[in-house]
Protein backbone atom coordinates (compact mmCIF):
# COMPACT_ATOMS: atom_id res chain seq x y z
CA UNK A 1 0.00 0.00 0.00
CA UNK A 2 0.93 3.37 -0.66
CA UNK A 3 1.82 6.03 1.81
CA UNK A 4 -1.24 8.03 0.47
CA UNK A 5 -3.21 5.15 0.94
CA UNK A 6 -2.26 4.66 4.76
CA UNK A 7 -4.29 5.72 7.30
CA UNK A 8 -3.17 9.29 8.29
CA UNK A 9 -2.35 8.38 12.00
CA UNK A 10 -0.37 5.90 10.79
CA UNK A 11 1.67 9.00 8.92
CA UNK A 12 2.01 10.14 12.99
CA UNK A 13 3.01 6.97 14.23
CA UNK A 14 5.65 6.39 12.05
CA UNK A 15 6.85 9.95 12.52
CA UNK A 16 7.10 9.97 16.40
CA UNK A 17 8.86 6.72 16.01
CA UNK A 18 11.37 8.40 13.77
CA UNK A 19 11.84 10.98 16.67
CA UNK A 20 12.49 8.33 19.07
CA UNK A 21 14.97 6.93 17.74
CA UNK A 22 16.97 9.50 16.29
CA UNK A 23 16.47 12.06 18.16
CA UNK A 24 15.94 10.65 21.44
CA UNK A 25 13.00 13.29 22.19
CA UNK A 26 11.79 13.85 25.24
CA UNK A 27 7.92 12.22 26.29
CA UNK A 28 6.23 15.12 26.93
CA UNK A 29 7.58 16.49 23.30
CA UNK A 30 6.00 13.16 21.99
CA UNK A 31 2.78 13.94 23.45
CA UNK A 32 2.24 17.34 22.35
CA UNK A 33 3.46 16.48 18.31
CA UNK A 34 0.78 13.38 18.78
CA UNK A 35 -1.23 16.76 20.32
CA UNK A 36 -0.93 18.78 17.50
CA UNK A 37 -1.07 16.27 14.76
CA UNK A 38 -3.72 14.89 15.56
CA UNK A 39 -5.81 17.73 15.78
CA UNK A 40 -4.68 19.03 12.03
CA UNK A 41 -5.62 15.39 10.83
CA UNK A 42 -8.85 16.17 12.02
CA UNK A 43 -9.58 19.31 10.19
CA UNK A 44 -8.08 17.54 7.00
CA UNK A 45 -10.23 14.80 7.64
CA UNK A 46 -13.62 16.81 8.04
CA UNK A 47 -12.33 18.49 4.38
CA UNK A 48 -12.02 15.12 2.60
CA UNK A 49 -8.18 15.69 2.37
CA UNK A 50 -5.27 13.54 3.77
CA UNK A 51 -1.43 14.73 4.60
CA UNK A 52 -0.50 12.74 1.47
CA UNK A 53 -2.48 15.58 -0.90
CA UNK A 54 -2.99 18.44 1.77
CA UNK A 55 -1.35 22.12 0.24
CA UNK A 56 0.23 25.08 1.37
CA UNK A 57 -2.94 26.78 1.43
CA UNK A 58 -4.80 23.99 3.91
CA UNK A 59 -2.01 24.36 6.05
CA UNK A 60 -2.54 28.36 6.10
CA UNK A 61 -6.43 27.50 6.54
CA UNK A 62 -5.98 25.49 9.22
CA UNK A 63 -3.68 28.13 11.50
CA UNK A 64 -6.23 30.73 10.52
CA UNK A 65 -8.88 28.75 12.06
CA UNK A 66 -6.54 27.56 15.57
CA UNK A 67 -6.74 31.80 15.62
CA UNK A 68 -10.21 32.23 15.30
CA UNK A 69 -10.78 29.65 18.02
CA UNK A 70 -8.53 31.81 20.34
CA UNK A 71 -5.19 29.48 20.32
CA UNK A 72 -2.01 31.60 21.46
CA UNK A 73 0.65 32.58 19.12
CA UNK A 74 3.18 30.45 21.22
CA UNK A 75 0.76 27.15 20.58
CA UNK A 76 -0.40 28.02 16.81
CA UNK A 77 3.56 28.27 16.80
CA UNK A 78 4.01 24.74 17.89
CA UNK A 79 1.06 23.41 15.87
CA UNK A 80 3.16 24.79 12.87
CA UNK A 81 6.57 23.51 13.81
CA UNK A 82 4.92 19.96 14.01
CA UNK A 83 3.21 19.78 10.91
CA UNK A 84 6.26 21.27 8.87
CA UNK A 85 8.94 18.70 10.94
CA UNK A 86 5.79 15.54 9.70
CA UNK A 87 6.32 16.97 6.50
CA UNK A 88 10.04 17.05 6.06
CA UNK A 89 9.80 13.12 7.54
CA UNK A 90 7.38 11.99 4.87
CA UNK A 91 9.90 14.18 2.29
CA UNK A 92 13.22 12.09 3.12
CA UNK A 93 10.40 8.89 3.39
CA UNK A 94 9.45 9.42 -0.85
CA UNK A 95 6.15 9.66 0.78
CA UNK A 96 6.12 13.19 -0.66
CA UNK A 97 7.84 15.12 -3.03
CA UNK A 98 7.75 18.31 -1.36
CA UNK A 99 6.74 20.06 1.47
CA UNK A 100 3.51 22.31 1.37
CA UNK A 101 4.00 23.71 5.11
CA UNK A 102 7.82 24.80 4.46
CA UNK A 103 6.91 28.25 3.53
CA UNK A 104 4.07 28.63 5.63
CA UNK A 105 5.05 31.70 7.81
CA UNK A 106 3.96 31.18 11.90
CA UNK A 107 3.02 34.12 14.55
CA UNK A 108 4.95 36.28 15.62
CA UNK A 109 7.07 35.89 18.98
CA UNK A 110 5.42 37.80 21.88
CA UNK A 111 7.13 40.20 23.26
CA UNK A 112 6.16 39.41 26.51
CA UNK A 113 8.52 39.38 29.65
CA UNK A 114 8.79 36.10 31.47
CA UNK A 115 6.87 36.12 35.14
CA UNK A 116 9.51 36.34 38.24
CA UNK A 117 9.65 36.42 41.54
CA UNK A 118 11.42 38.73 43.96
CA UNK A 119 14.28 37.34 46.33
CA UNK A 120 11.82 37.98 49.52
CA UNK A 121 9.33 35.90 47.77
CA UNK A 122 11.52 32.95 47.04
CA UNK A 123 12.58 32.87 50.55
CA UNK A 124 8.73 33.09 51.66
CA UNK A 125 8.56 29.96 49.81
CA UNK A 126 11.57 28.21 51.14
CA UNK A 127 10.42 29.04 54.66
CA UNK A 128 7.30 27.70 54.09
CA UNK A 129 8.03 24.52 52.54
CA UNK A 130 10.42 24.00 55.60
CA UNK A 131 7.39 24.33 58.00
CA UNK A 132 5.24 22.25 56.04
CA UNK A 133 3.04 19.72 58.07
CA UNK A 134 3.69 17.15 55.82
CA UNK A 135 7.05 15.87 54.11
CA UNK A 136 9.11 18.83 55.04
CA UNK A 137 12.32 17.31 54.13
CA UNK A 138 11.48 16.13 51.00
CA UNK A 139 9.92 19.24 50.39
CA UNK A 140 12.96 21.82 51.13
CA UNK A 141 14.83 19.43 48.81
CA UNK A 142 11.98 19.78 46.02
CA UNK A 143 12.36 23.69 46.13
CA UNK A 144 16.00 24.39 47.36
CA UNK A 145 16.83 22.46 44.30
CA UNK A 146 15.14 24.17 41.75
CA UNK A 147 15.73 27.49 43.13
CA UNK A 148 19.44 26.37 43.20
CA UNK A 149 19.66 25.13 40.01
CA UNK A 150 17.05 26.15 37.13
CA UNK A 151 16.06 22.68 36.50
CA UNK A 152 13.24 22.21 34.06
CA UNK A 153 10.10 20.38 36.94
CA UNK A 154 10.33 17.32 34.80
CA UNK A 155 14.27 17.20 35.34
CA UNK A 156 13.93 17.82 39.05
CA UNK A 157 10.91 14.88 39.89
CA UNK A 158 12.45 12.63 37.29
CA UNK A 159 16.00 12.82 38.79
CA UNK A 160 17.74 9.63 39.49
CA UNK A 161 18.66 8.91 43.12
CA UNK A 162 22.29 7.79 42.23
CA UNK A 163 22.89 11.47 41.22
CA UNK A 164 22.34 12.56 44.94
CA UNK A 165 24.88 10.04 46.22
CA UNK A 166 28.26 11.51 47.60
CA UNK A 167 27.21 14.48 49.15
CA UNK A 168 27.64 16.16 45.12
CA UNK A 169 28.46 19.65 44.61
CA UNK A 170 27.70 19.10 40.64
CA UNK A 171 24.16 17.63 39.98
CA UNK A 172 24.39 16.05 36.41
CA UNK A 173 20.68 16.73 34.97
CA UNK A 174 19.32 15.37 31.85
CA UNK A 175 17.36 17.57 29.84
CA UNK A 176 15.68 17.92 26.37
CA UNK A 177 16.90 15.65 24.02
CA UNK A 178 18.63 13.33 26.23
CA UNK A 179 21.45 16.12 26.47
CA UNK A 180 23.31 16.35 29.86
CA UNK A 181 24.73 18.76 32.33
CA UNK A 182 26.43 19.82 35.42
CA UNK A 183 24.83 22.35 37.58
CA UNK A 184 26.59 23.43 40.57
CA UNK A 185 25.21 23.38 44.08
CA UNK A 186 24.49 26.00 46.64
CA UNK A 187 25.52 24.88 50.02
CA UNK A 188 21.24 25.45 51.68
CA UNK A 189 20.69 23.13 48.49
CA UNK A 190 23.15 20.43 49.06
CA UNK A 191 22.25 20.16 52.70
CA UNK A 192 18.26 20.10 52.13
CA UNK A 193 19.33 17.28 49.73
CA UNK A 194 21.44 15.07 52.28
CA UNK A 195 18.60 15.32 55.11
CA UNK A 196 16.07 14.27 52.12
CA UNK A 197 18.06 11.47 50.99
CA UNK A 198 18.79 9.65 54.43
CA UNK A 199 14.74 10.20 55.28
CA UNK A 200 14.30 8.97 51.68
CA UNK A 201 16.52 5.67 52.27
CA UNK A 202 15.14 4.71 55.74
CA UNK A 203 11.56 4.87 54.08
CA UNK A 204 13.18 2.80 51.58
CA UNK A 205 14.50 0.13 53.30
CA UNK A 206 11.35 0.36 55.47
CA UNK A 207 9.33 -0.50 52.03
CA UNK A 208 11.75 -3.23 50.95
CA UNK A 209 10.73 -5.14 53.85
CA UNK A 210 7.50 -4.95 52.94
CA UNK A 211 8.29 -6.65 49.44
CA UNK A 212 8.39 -3.05 47.28
CA UNK A 213 10.97 -3.04 44.88
CA UNK A 214 13.78 -0.05 45.65
CA UNK A 215 12.93 3.38 43.62
CA UNK A 216 15.94 4.61 41.38
CA UNK A 217 14.59 8.17 41.56
CA UNK A 218 15.01 10.85 44.12
CA UNK A 219 11.74 11.48 44.39
CA UNK A 220 10.07 8.51 44.43
CA UNK A 221 6.10 7.86 44.26
CA UNK A 222 3.35 5.24 43.95
CA UNK A 223 2.35 7.00 40.65
CA UNK A 224 2.80 4.45 37.42
CA UNK A 225 5.93 6.19 36.47
CA UNK A 226 7.17 5.35 39.86
CA UNK A 227 8.72 9.24 40.95
CA UNK A 228 6.34 12.09 42.18
CA UNK A 229 4.27 13.73 38.66
CA UNK A 230 4.66 17.21 37.42
CA UNK A 231 0.84 17.90 38.76
CA UNK A 232 1.92 17.01 42.34
CA UNK A 233 4.49 19.38 42.49
CA UNK A 234 2.60 22.16 40.55
CA UNK A 235 0.09 21.38 43.01
CA UNK A 236 2.74 21.23 45.87
CA UNK A 237 3.83 24.66 44.79
CA UNK A 238 0.39 26.28 44.93
CA UNK A 239 0.11 25.06 48.31
CA UNK A 240 3.41 26.50 49.57
CA UNK A 241 2.31 29.85 47.97
CA UNK A 242 -0.84 30.24 49.91
CA UNK A 243 1.29 29.35 53.14
CA UNK A 244 3.78 31.81 52.25
CA UNK A 245 1.10 34.53 51.55
CA UNK A 246 2.65 34.94 47.84
CA UNK A 247 -0.06 35.32 45.47
CA UNK A 248 -0.49 31.62 43.96
CA UNK A 249 -1.04 33.24 40.41
CA UNK A 250 2.73 34.23 40.41
CA UNK A 251 3.85 30.61 41.46
CA UNK A 252 4.79 27.96 38.93
CA UNK A 253 7.46 25.91 38.56
CA UNK A 254 8.56 28.16 35.76
CA UNK A 255 8.53 31.19 37.38
CA UNK A 256 11.20 29.66 40.20
CA UNK A 257 13.18 28.83 37.05
CA UNK A 258 12.89 32.49 35.67
CA UNK A 259 14.05 34.02 39.20
CA UNK A 260 17.12 31.76 39.18
CA UNK A 261 18.33 33.37 35.95
CA UNK A 262 17.24 36.65 36.95
CA UNK A 263 18.60 36.73 40.46
CA UNK A 264 22.23 35.16 38.81
CA UNK A 265 22.11 38.17 36.41
CA UNK A 266 21.22 40.36 38.74
CA UNK A 267 24.03 39.04 41.05
CA UNK A 268 26.72 39.82 37.78
CA UNK A 269 26.68 35.88 36.99
CA UNK A 270 27.62 35.82 32.89
CA UNK A 271 25.13 35.29 30.89
CA UNK A 272 26.78 32.43 28.68
CA UNK A 273 27.10 30.52 31.98
CA UNK A 274 23.35 30.79 33.07
CA UNK A 275 22.59 29.58 29.33
CA UNK A 276 24.67 26.61 30.30
CA UNK A 277 22.92 26.05 33.84
CA UNK A 278 19.48 26.49 32.02
CA UNK A 279 19.96 23.95 29.51
CA UNK A 280 19.59 26.44 26.57
CA UNK A 281 20.82 25.39 22.98
CA UNK A 282 20.67 29.05 22.00
CA UNK A 283 21.91 32.09 23.90
CA UNK A 284 19.16 34.05 22.52
CA UNK A 285 17.09 32.41 24.68
CA UNK A 286 18.86 33.60 27.58
CA UNK A 287 18.83 36.87 26.24
CA UNK A 288 14.93 37.46 27.93
CA UNK A 289 16.41 37.48 30.90
CA UNK A 290 18.35 40.46 30.80
CA UNK A 291 15.12 42.65 29.43
CA UNK A 292 13.70 40.97 32.73
CA UNK A 293 16.28 42.80 34.59
CA UNK A 294 16.44 46.29 32.62
CA UNK A 295 12.79 46.59 33.09
CA UNK A 296 13.33 46.02 37.04
CA UNK A 297 16.02 48.29 37.11
CA UNK A 298 13.90 50.91 35.03
CA UNK A 299 11.37 49.97 37.77
CA UNK A 300 13.84 50.74 40.73
CA UNK A 301 15.00 53.98 39.14
CA UNK A 302 11.06 55.47 38.45
CA UNK A 303 10.04 54.69 42.09
CA UNK A 304 12.90 55.22 44.03
CA UNK A 305 15.19 58.34 42.32
CA UNK A 306 14.48 61.84 43.37
CA UNK A 307 14.57 63.07 40.82
CA UNK A 308 12.43 60.75 38.86
CA UNK A 309 9.98 62.18 41.80
CA UNK A 310 6.75 64.43 41.19
CA UNK A 311 7.47 67.84 42.59
CA UNK A 312 5.49 68.68 45.64
CA UNK A 313 3.66 71.92 44.56
CA UNK A 314 1.78 72.37 47.86
Not at 81 to 99: C, H, M, P, T, V
Not at 178 to 187: A, C, F, I, N, T
Not at 226 to 241: E, V
Request: a positive charge.
Amino acid sequence: MTAAGQPMMHWIQSFLEAQAAELDAATNTQLGYARDLKDFAGWLDRRNRHFADAERGHVEDYLIGCEAEGLAAATRARRLSAIKQLYRFAFEEGWREDNPAIQVKGPGKSKRLPKTLSVEQVGALLAAARESPRDPLRNTCLMELLYATGMRVTELVTLPVAAARGNPQMLLVRGKGGKERLVPLSPPARQAMADWLAARDTAEDEARLKGRPPSAFLFPSRAKAGHMTRQSFFNLIKDLAAQAGVSSDAVTPHTLRHAFATHLLAGGADLRAIQTMLGHADVATTEIYTHVLDERLSELVLEHHPLSRKPDRG
